[in-house]
């Protein structure tokens, strides 16, 4: 089995990683001198969730696919608002919020 996590660091930011381990992992990055640079610094982190996969490519894989995901499409996942992924997409998500300002400005410059 391997697992893929998201941690809640003591500034507030959320560490993906992937492990096969998942509480031994949890222990490092919580350890001295083990665990990864990023949570070193950030100290302690709490196990927010995590999700089992067959192997741990697939869970490497999906690891790297949630690293590039927003904040807000993190938060959705660790919800459970699975519903939600899709329009949280980071180019979709933003692009709206880019649409909705073109939307409201007026383009007819006050004439």
Not at 45 to 74: C, H, N, P, T, Y
Request: charged residues 30%.
């Amino acid at each position: 089995m391997a697992y893929v996590y998201i941690l809640r660091c003591a500034d507030g930011t959320y560490y993906v990683g992937s492990t096969t381990n998942l509480e031994l992992r949890v222990w490092q990055h919580n350890s001295d001198d083990q665990g990864a640079v990023y949570t070193r610094k950030r100290r302690p982190v709490v196990l927010m969730w995590a999700a089992e996969f067959d192997s741990i490519v697939e869970a490497f894989a999906f690891e790297k696919r949630v690293q590039g995901w927003s904040r807000v499409k993190r938060e959705a996942l660790m919800r459970d608002d699975y519903e939600l992924l899709p329009g949280l997409a980071s180019r979709s998500y933003a692009g709206e919020k880019l649409r909705q300002r073109f939307r409201d400005v007026d383009w007819r410059g006050g004439t």
